[in-house]
């Protein structure tokens, strides 16, 4: 029997593993010449040429003449295009879903990590069970794909807003009433084709979509908070994510608000839930929903002012606590009511100056482009990372089939 030593460095594994080097360095790069491409993987143009070759076979990877102009200073001679490896984006794709309290959103990627389609549909996921919900999930995530293109799928991410430990099992879902289950084991389950499946936290895969595919880690500390019916923080450390002794890092809705009354905690007065239920209260209108309620911020309607100030001093609150905890440079929104933000920065600013003590500073507060759709996203690229990487299914001995619903 072979020695654990022995299988690392066999040659089918130093093959894979360069395999693996090779799309992590296009996709980080983008397209590369042979020689370039060469140096990335420190191999010679020999060894690099084999595999390309292997995955130009296996159509993941093809040739681009060069057609843009050289950077001044640039070592390649002039004459005819340089000739270019680059990945071929629709080979394969990956899904992101996002199982929230009130919708399900879909993101669909492609092999250079573009988003290729987005999907929302509205959920009450509190009144379905787990199981509908997960059912649900998987018909909105493969009705917009053809069945030909499904064997094309390489991973489905899930996300959550769900305390969930490190190997993805929740603990308690409150707003979805879910308790002690595998969501990943769920949604597996009910896929019509074979494929991995990861599940992950909300906001920590918004945390991660935010920070994915970029040519260097993002340094210092940046907390990404995902605004929905719940509210939940991914804290990202020089491009590593901080899960926590126990995966809960970053679970900001949580805090009691100081002043407001037992049990109200900070997701009830920013949360979506909240916000509507106030709005509902004050204007009258009892099936408002949120967009009504922005527009009447944008308005100036007193009674969605007076709401808005509200949540801007209790974001703000929330903002310090967990500042001094874990001392961000920046702080990043997402989430549907993310889109408020923007209208009451100046008042959020202002309650962050009387929170905060004098002697801490205040990071940077920005709402992350889609960000709406940032978990879900995220949920993708947890899938596609997985894919370039020694875990890819790929370099399993029998690889997924269809199922037999597929």
């Not at 389609?117 to 059912?135: C, F, I, Q, Y």
């Not at 499904?150 to 899930?158: K, N, Q």
């Not at 037992?262 to 997701?267: D, F, K, V, Y």
Request: aromatic content about 6%.
């Amino acid at each position: 029997m072979q020695d654990l030593a022995s299988i690392a460095s066999s040659p089918r594994r130093v093959r894979q593993s360069n395999e693996v080097a090779a799309l992590r360095a296009l996709h980080q790069f983008g397209p590369l010449s042979r020689a370039e491409l060469a140096r990335k993987l420190n191999l010679n143009r020999s060894s690099s040429g084999h595999i390309i070759a292997g995955l130009t076979e296996d159509g993941l990877v093809r040739e681009a003449a060069q057609d843009e102009p050289e950077p001044a200073g640039s070592a390649r001679r002039a004459g005819r295009p340089g000739i270019l490896v680059q990945l071929v984006p629709e080979a394969i794709f990956f899904l992101g879903v996002e199982i929230g309290v009130e919708h399900i959103n879909v993101v669909e990627l492609d092999l250079a990590a573009r988003i290729v389609s987005t999907s929302v549909e509205a959920l009450d996921g509190p009144s379905l069970g787990v199981e509908t919900a997960v059912e649900r999930a998987v018909r909105q995530a493969f009705q917009a794909i053809p069945q030909e293109r499904w064997s094309r799928c390489e991973g489905i991410g899930v996300s959550v807003p769900a305390q969930m430990d490190k190997s993805g099992f929740v603990r308690v879902a409150p707003l979805l009433g879910w308790r002690d289950l595998h969501p990943a084991e769920l949604v597996r389950g009910a896929l019509p084709i074979a494929v991995p499946v990861l599940a992950e936290n909300d906001a920590n895969a918004f945390a991660i979509g935010a920070t994915y595919g970029r040519k260097s880690p993002l340094a210092g500390v940046t907390l990404f908070i995902v605004l929905e019916s719940g509210v939940g923080g991914g804290i990202i450390v020089d491009g590593t994510l901080l899960r926590g002794a126990h995966g809960l890092a970053g679970e900001i809705g949580h805090l009691q608000v100081v002043g407001a009354e037992p049990g109200r905690t900070l997701e009830r007065i920013v949360g979506l839930e909240g916000l509507i239920a106030a709005h509902r209260k004050a204007s009258g209108q009892a099936e408002a929903g949120f967009a009504a309620f922005l527009a009447e911020v944008r308005d100036r309607v007193p009674g969605a002012v007076a709401i808005a100030e509200e949540w801007a001093k209790a974001l703000a609150f929330g903002l310090v606590q967990a500042c001094r905890v874990v001392d961000p440079d920046r702080v990043v929104l997402g989430g549907s009511v993310a889109a408020l933000y923007p209208l009451v920065a100046a008042r959020v600013a202002a309650h962050l100056q009387r929170f905060q003590a004098a002697t801490f500073p205040t990071p940077s507060i920005e709402v992350y482009e889609d960000a709406a759709f940032g978990a879900a996203h995220g949920a993708a690229c947890m899938m596609h990372q997985r894919y370039l990487s020694m875990e890819s299914q790929r370099f399993a001995e029998d690889p997924p089939a269809l199922s037999a619903t597929g």
